[in-house]
């Protein structure tokens, strides 16, 4: 092993590293919330107009790599000097460089969480397998958690690949069993959609989207059939409770609907760096 290697996978090295990498992973994150919703939107709009037989009215081809950064208000184009994860953000006090429009608070948060996040994959699995599924779990999740926020949406395109990469990586348990993973993916889908049926059938109404029962059925693939009753119940719980408050206080009628999606996002990230959550709770141990 060579110095730098050595360097880089002792601690502090590898937090270091780590948050280095998050800000900028973390930066890129930023991109994907923004752009993959609209993307959808985009071939939406395509596949309707040749369905139809209409002529689509979507001009820019939009990826997540073109066209470059630029702002939402004016559409200026944002220099790589100011593209920095945090830094540029705090150096241009929060406004676009060129028209001064306030910039969301969400990209140095999404920023800093990921590289906040991805420190604690490093202490708690070192460099290992686990560290680099846990590094791309914890992405996925907190795009997903801000998409969801936003529109209300948990893209196939990410809870699907979620749950075959939990399965593949634990074909070597590398966070379970893969018998565990396998049924933790199927009973993590057909616990939510159970409650969604029944549901609909009690009240006429739609409870969930159908992106929650394939994300819990991506946690169960990653951490097995066991850990579904801390997730759900976590999940459940503060989201009744968030709930709850938001009605209480008037910021929330009981018609307008809340997404499910963070909060299972949520109790995931909790299973992952505290396993145990649920039986400390429960026994007091």
């Known amino acids: 092993?060579?110095?730098?290697?050595?360097?880089?996978?002792?601690?502090?090295?590898?937090?270091?590293?780590?948050?280095?990498?998050?800000?900028?992973?973390?930066?890129?994150?930023?991109?994907?919330?923004?752009?993959?919703?609209?993307?959808?939107?985009?071939?939406?709009?395509?596949?309707?107009?040749?369905?139809?037989?209409?002529?689509?009215?979507?001009?820019?081809?939009?990826?997540?790599?073109?066209?470059?950064?630029?702002?939402?208000?004016?559409?200026?184009?944002?220099?790589?000097?100011?593209?920095?994860?945090v830094i540029s953000y705090l150096a241009l006090g929060g406004k676009c460089a060129s028209c001064k429009a306030p910039i969301s608070v969400r990209y140095p948060v999404v920023e800093a969480l990921t590289a906040l996040l991805w420190v604690l994959c490093g202490l708690q699995f070192g460099v290992s397998n686990a560290l680099a599924g846990a590094m791309l779990l914890t992405s996925v999740l907190v795009v997903l958690t801000a998409i969801d926020l936003d529109h209300q949406l948990l893209p196939d395109s990410l809870t699907l690949p979620l749950v075959w990469i939990g399965l593949l990586l634990n074909i070597d348990n590398t966070f379970v069993s893969l018998e565990s993973a396998v049924l933790g993916a199927v009973f993590g889908y057909l616990c939510l959609w159970s409650v969604f049926w029944l549901f609909k059938i009690a009240t006429g109404k739609e409870g969930m989207g159908h992106g929650d029962f394939k994300l819990l059925a991506a946690l169960g693939a990653w951490f097995g059939l066991a850990a579904l009753p801390t997730i759900v119940l976590l999940s459940s719980v503060v989201g009744a409770l968030l709930g709850v408050a938001l009605i209480v206080t008037g910021k929330q009628d009981r018609e307008t609907p809340m997404p499910f999606g963070p909060f299972l996002a949520g109790a995931g990230l909790i299973h992952l760096f505290y396993p145990n959550v649920l039986l400390t709770w429960v026994t007091g141990a």
């Open 1 to 85: 092993m060579d110095p730098l290697e050595e360097l880089i996978r002792a601690q502090p090295g590898l937090s270091i590293s780590l948050t280095i990498l998050g800000f900028v992973v973390g930066s890129f994150l930023n991109v994907v919330i923004y752009r993959l919703p609209k993307m959808m939107e985009a071939q939406w709009q395509r596949d309707y107009a040749q369905f139809s037989g209409e002529v689509s009215e979507v001009s820019e081809k939009l990826s997540l790599a073109f066209p470059g950064s630029r702002c939402p208000h004016c559409g200026a184009a944002i220099k790589a000097t100011q593209n920095i994860p």
